[in-house]
């Protein structure tokens, strides 16, 4: 089962002062990987987004806050994670994302170097 397989840091290395915010997003251990891209998500709008799974695992790194549905597309098991300042996530492959963010939440996600984004991802539901 590959969400047996997510690794979930609540707090991770999170540095924090009156002035900003800095977390590490990886470092290269824990089913962590080569990275090749580095998309940021600003989160303009409190809402749900996501609804899709991918063929490569990912790594995530949150500032602000989230819940995180996760779900495996081949045995339908669901699990719920809570985001904060310094979270980070593991996803593996075939397993599906659904994240109800807050305004002014950072997202930063990581791929592989063997990933395809266009080709590798495809929609699902997760109610």
């Known amino acids: 089962m590959a969400i047996e397989r997510v690794v979930y840091l609540e707090k991770g290395d999170l540095n924090m002062n009156s002035r900003r915010r800095a977390s590490t997003i990886t ?3 824990d089913n962590e990987f080569e990275i090749s891209e580095v998309r940021l998500l600003a989160i ?3 809402g749900t987004y996501g609804g899709h799974y991918r063929e490569y695992p990912e790594v995530w790194g949150f500032l602000g806050e989230a819940e995180i549905t996760l779900e495996d597309i081949g045995t339908k098991e669901r699990r719920k ?4 300042d310094g979270t980070r996530l593991f996803i593996p492959a075939m397993v599906a994302s659904k994240v109800e963010a807050k305004k002014g939440t950072s997202i930063v996600t990581c791929a592989p170097h063997s990933a395809d984004r266009e080709k590798q991802t495809h929609k699902y539901s997760i109610a």
Do not use: C, F, R
């Open 27 to 29: 470092e290269g251990k």
């Open 44 to 46: 303009d709008e409190t």
């Open 81 to 84: 994670y809570k985001a904060v």
